[in-house]
Each structure stands twice: as structure tokens, then as C-alpha cells.
């Protein structure tokens, strides 16, 4: 079965710009969460969907936006671009609703770069 | 201000020996902790959890245990291997039904590394 996938693995953008990230979960995975890993800490969790609605947000600004698709798969934007969201950027999926007891499963994420 | 703790950024171990990787948290609201393990370009992979009604938890070679009251977790991995060699992270959450959710939070990482 295939994993969690995430699209593009790179990127380069420019201070201002506007990104989009994309996510497909395992199949019958119904949540997806978003996690921003910078060098040398942990993922640091910034949303979580459940049946294409928002359930939980972490401590990120409004430039950051995500949206859960009926298939289930889900984006992360991010606009207006700075040097300090050069991360790594984590999706990840799970088979219970927020609050439930299952793991998340991760995909191997997307590396921004911004210049 | 960091709630969950890993205080030894690196561990080395010998090969076959126990390794022991630790975690401290602050909120006393977390009752379920994960680990999960980091190669180089790749997501984390998950390891073991543990929820707050238990103290320890076993999958083949690799136990979690919990100290409630010490707030502390800890993860053994008998005997270790070359393939250990990885970054393992301690996270924590609060489990709750329904409602919103807060994610994981986890801590910055150890760098474990297996000698032959």
C-alpha cells in the first residue's frame, strides 16, 4: 500500500511569493495534519483536518491557510513568503479523528527554500 | 517554552548493547506519547506509543516506558542494531473526544548513532 505522498519534494521560492504544498494520505486515512520541521527541532504542528473540516490549528500566522478535498488529500499555502519558512513541511495521516489513539503516518515531505 | 524535552541531542551506542533514549514533558494535560524515528530525507517513521493509563509498552525490541509522576518517558531498544542509527523523536499529545485537536508536539530530537 502506498504511503503518505507529498508534492514537490523541492522548492525554491522568493521573499513575497505565494506557495502551495500538496498531500495524499494513506488510503482510508480520513485526517491529514501539516507539520513544519527547521533544522535541528522537531516537527512543529501547524493544522489538522478531519472530513474536509478544520479541527485544530497550531501557532502559526494567517498566512498560512490549508484546505481537506473530498478525496480526502489536502494543501498547504502559504503566502507571502519569508526567509524564515524555509523548512522542511510534513503531512501527515491518520485513520481516527482528532483525539483518537491512532499514530500519524508521514510522508517524507517538501523542502522549501526561500531567497 | 519547549514541553516536551530531549536533552541528549546525541547517543552512542554499541552495537548489541541497550540503548536509552529519554524525554521529559511539563504539560500534565499530554496522556499519549509517541516515538518515532528520522533517517535523512525521509518523514518521521512511528515507533511505539503509550498511553497515560499504562507504564510500559513493548514491541519487539523496542519498550517505552512512563513515569507519571516524574513526568518522564524513556525508550529502550534491546539489543541495537546498525539500522537503529537514526534521529528518534519523543512527542506528546492530549486526548480528547471530539472537538478540536492540538496536534503533536514534539521534542527537538537524539541523534542516535550505533557503533560496530
Known amino acids: 500500500d502506498a504511503g503518505v505522498t507529498q508534492s514537490p519534494t523541492h522548492l525554491i521560492k522568493t521573499r513575497g511569493q505565494h506557495v502551495t504544498l500538496r498531500c495524499s494520505p494513506i488510503?482510508?486515512?480520513?485526517?491529514v495534519s501539516w507539520y513544519q520541521q527547521v533544522l535541528g527541532q522537531g516537527p512543529q504542528f501547524i493544522f489538522q483536518y478531519y472530513e474536509k473540516e478544520e479541527r485544530g490549528r497550531g501557532n502559526f500566522p494567517d498566512r498560512f491557510s490549508a484546505r481537506q478535498f473530498p478525496n480526502y488529500s489536502s494543501e498547504l499555502n502559504v503566502n507571502a513568503l519569508l526567509l524564515g519558512d524555509s523548512a522542511l513541511y510534513l503531512c501527515?495521516?491518520?485513520?481516527?479523528?482528532?483525539?483518537?489513539?491512532?499514530?500519524?503516518?508521514f510522508g517524507n515531505g517538501t523542502r522549501l527554500t526561500v531567497t | 517554552d519547549q514541553q516536551v524535552k530531549q536533552n541528549s541531542p546525541s547517543l552512542s551506542v554499541q552495537e548489541g548493547r541497550i540503548s536509552i533514549l529519554n524525554c521529559d514533558y511539563t504539560n500534565s494535560m499530554f496522556d499519549y506519547f509517541l516515538w518515532y524515528k528520522k533517517y535523512p530525507a525521509e518523514g518521521p517513521t512511528f515507533l511505539i506509543s503509550?498511553?497515560?493509563?499504562?507504564d510500559k509498552n513493548e514491541d519487539g525490541r523496542f519498550t517505552v516506558f512512563l513515569n507519571k509522576s516524574a513526568k518522564h518517558l524513556s525508550l529502550h531498544i534491546v539489543p541495537s542494531q546498525p539500522g537503529d542509527s537514526a534521529v528518534y523523536f519523543c512527542?506528546?499529545?492530549?486526548?480528547?473526544?471530539?472537538?478540536?485537536?492540538?496536534?503533536?508536539?514534539f521534542g527537538k530530537g537524539t541523534h542516535l548513532i550505533i557503533q560496530p
Open positions: 512527542a506528546a499529545s492530549v486526548m480528547y473526544s471530539g472537538g478540536g485537536a492540538d496536534g503533536l508536539t
Open positions: 501527515a495521516s491518520s485513520i481516527t479523528a482528532p483525539g483518537g489513539n491512532s499514530p500519524l503516518h
Open positions: 503509550i498511553s497515560s493509563i499504562k
Open positions: 488510503s482510508g486515512h480520513k485526517s
